[in-house]
């Protein structure tokens, strides 16, 4: 039983930073790629950033620069720092795993970005 569990969220002054965790258990291979998404109120799910085998990584360009997706195989986490946080970053952020195929999702993680 695959399951993902992300932690770190919370509200932040803009220009703050936050990282975000996930907790992953069961049958997981560091080959299968993660990924965080969000979701902000009435938006559709959007990738934020990605990291695959070997360490590849990919972000949505609203991130780059200021984000950073990493993985601890041995500890089965993977985070998410994100650093120069704006109020337009504010969003459900989800964790997801493609297990060859299958997709697993986070319950999500709330962040706020306001002053």
């Known amino acids: 039983q695959v399951q993902l569990v992300e932690s770190g969220g919370g509200l932040v002054q803009p220009g703050g930073s936050?990282?975000?965790?996930?907790?992953?258990?069961?049958?997981?291979f560091s080959i299968n790629p993660m990924a965080w998404y969000r979701q902000a109120p009435g938006k559709q799910r959007d990738l934020v950033a990605q990291i695959t085998s070997g360490s590849n990584t990919n972000y949505a360009d609203s991130v780059k620069g200021r984000f950073t997706i990493?993985?601890?195989?041995?500890?089965?986490?993977?985070?998410?720092?994100?650093?120069?946080?704006?109020?337009?970053?504010?969003?459900?952020?989800?964790?997801h795993l493609d297990r060859f195929g299958h997709y697993y999702w986070g319950q999500g993680?709330?962040?706020?970005?306001?002053?």
């Open 18 to 28: 936050l990282r975000l965790s996930c907790a992953y258990s069961g049958s997981v």
């Open 70 to 95: 990493s993985r601890e195989s041995a500890k089965h986490i993977v985070y998410l720092q994100m650093n120069s946080l704006k109020p337009e970053d504010t969003a459900v952020y989800y964790c």
């Open 109 to 115: 993680t709330q962040v706020t970005v306001s002053s």
